[in-house]
């Protein structure tokens, strides 16, 4: 559910997880739903909250020998660092989530950290556009080679913000539109709600 925006649902069934994994005695199942709970208080902008429940569940993960998945959850506590200014932390879980997927073979979710790290390029205090950009191409390079649009429409959308802020709305939108004009349904979706608000400020 923090796939499609809906943070309050899945911190609710990431407690749920929690609950039943101690239930259980099931570390593996614990440090995942702290980990999916941390997500949604990163993604809610809980930076401190998310930093700490993060870091707990990737440590009661790994302690069981999992390697699966981090790829996709140490970005998003390098975005909650970010949020707090420790860039330095930040940068740390982009290295660690890329060396991951070189790792785990995971490259579902490689789109997603190069985006992420785009997002932190752009917060960091020696922000360049450049380097921003670098990474948000790269983030809808391996998106597009995949065929995965959810993400690719999350890198469109990060690189389209990016050209606004430097005065190329048209080129923005001719950018965004098709990938936006590719799905067919999840239009109550955050993603999709967040593209078209995009979309209509571009053409205004």
């Avoid at 080129?171 to 999840?186: D, I, K, N, S």
């Amino acid at each position: 559910m923090s796939f499609s925006g809906s943070y309050a649902e899945a911190g609710a069934v990431a407690d749920e997880v929690i609950d039943l994994a101690d239930e259980k005695a099931t570390a593996i199942w614990k440090g995942f739903g702290m980990m999916e709970l941390g997500a949604t208080l990163a993604l809610s902008g809980k930076a401190k909250d998310a930093v700490q429940v993060i870091n707990a569940g990737i440590e009661t993960y790994r302690s069981t020998g999992a390697p699966v998945f981090l790829p996709f959850y140490l970005p998003l506590l390098g975005t909650a660092y970010a949020q707090l200014g420790q860039f330095d932390d930040a940068w740390r879980c982009i290295h660690e989530a890329m060396t991951a997927v070189k790792m785990t073979k995971e490259t579902w979710c490689e789109a997603e950290v190069h985006r992420l790290a785009g997002e932190i390029a752009l917060k960091s205090p020696d922000s360049e556009a450049t380097k921003t950009e670098t990474y948000y191409r790269s983030a809808l390079d391996i998106a597009q080679q995949q065929q995965a649009k959810s993400w690719e429409l999350r890198a469109a959308m990060s690189l389209a913000r990016l050209w606004r802020s430097q005065g190329k709305p048209q080129q923005a939108r001719e950018l965004l539109a098709p990938v936006y004009g590719w799905f067919t349904e999840g239009f109550d979706t955050r993603d999709l709600k967040e593209a078209k608000v995009l979309l209509d400020e571009l053409a205004s």
